[in-house]
């Protein structure tokens, strides 16, 4: 069945450090990729999405890249405030799995100044 | 203002008390579901529905009903909760049930059970 692999955590950095979380997948369709992230006390927030093969997601200056041959959409940003202290979740959506999301098991990522 | 609304968002109660966490939405989305999240398991899918009167099975649905009988609600129902549905439980809604579209959550709701 499908899965989603998501680094472990907790992570650490200081600001402005360069921040990758990985993400790896596993889908029987074409699934979307998704990334989400969750405040303390919040629900998941969408923080970017790629529908396709080479499709690249951004915003808030994270960027993930949906690729196929390696079936991975790994979450970076290349200098990371204190304000992204927060838990991000890796997911899929595989219309092939009759419309279930899937999500990863959460990276916790504390910003220190 | 756009919401998924949860109640409610913290309760405890005992083994084998009926209880209903409601989920509302206002966005006239076609798509809603139910998750629970657990420490180093992340979100996983109890039900989803795809319209009103359509609801599917995900992941982890033993233990739990659900309806949708409304298309902005979807309650999740535990008839005879035990220990371990103690958890945080996420409501969530998209615009369809097409897999590029996101989902948006509620702020949860925990439950313990004792």
């Known amino acids: 069945g499908d899965s989603v692999t998501q680094m472990e955590g907790p992570v650490t950095l200081s600001e402005e450090a360069f921040l990758t979380i990985n993400c790896t997948y596993t889908?029987?369709?074409?699934?979307?990729l998704f990334w989400y992230v969750q405040y303390p006390g919040e629900g998941l927030q969408l923080l970017l999405k790629a529908t396709k093969a080479d499709d690249k997601g951004s915003n808030k200056g994270f960027e993930a890249t949906y690729r196929k041959e390696t079936t991975s959409f790994h979450l970076e940003k290349g200098s990371v405030q204190v304000s992204d202290s927060a838990v991000y979740f890796c997911?899929?959506?595989?219309?092939?799995?009759?419309?279930?999301?899937?999500f990863g098991t959460g990276t916790s990522l504390t910003v220190i100044p | 203002e756009a919401q998924v609304t949860q109640n409610p968002r913290y309760l405890i109660t005992v083994t084998g008390k009926k209880l209903t966490v409601t989920c509302s939405q206002n966005m006239n989305h076609e798509y809603m579901s139910w998750y629970r999240q657990d420490p180093g398991l992340g979100l996983r899918q109890i039900y989803y529905?795809?319209?009103?009167?359509?609801?599917d099975k995900g992941d982890v649905p033993e233990g739990y009903k659900v309806s949708r009988k409304e298309k902005r609600n979807f309650p999740l129902i535990l008839e005879s909760p035990s220990p371990n549905q103690t958890s945080l439980y996420f409501c969530?809604?998209?615009?369809?049930?097409?897999?590029?579209?996101?989902?948006?959550f509620g702020d949860g709701t925990r439950l313990s059970i004792l």
């Open positions: 529905s795809m319209n009103v009167e359509v609801t």
């Open positions: 889908a029987t369709g074409y699934p979307s």
């Open positions: 997911a899929l959506s595989d219309m092939g799995t009759g419309n279930q999301f899937y």
């Open positions: 969530a809604s998209s615009l369809t049930g097409q897999s590029n579209q996101p989902q948006h």
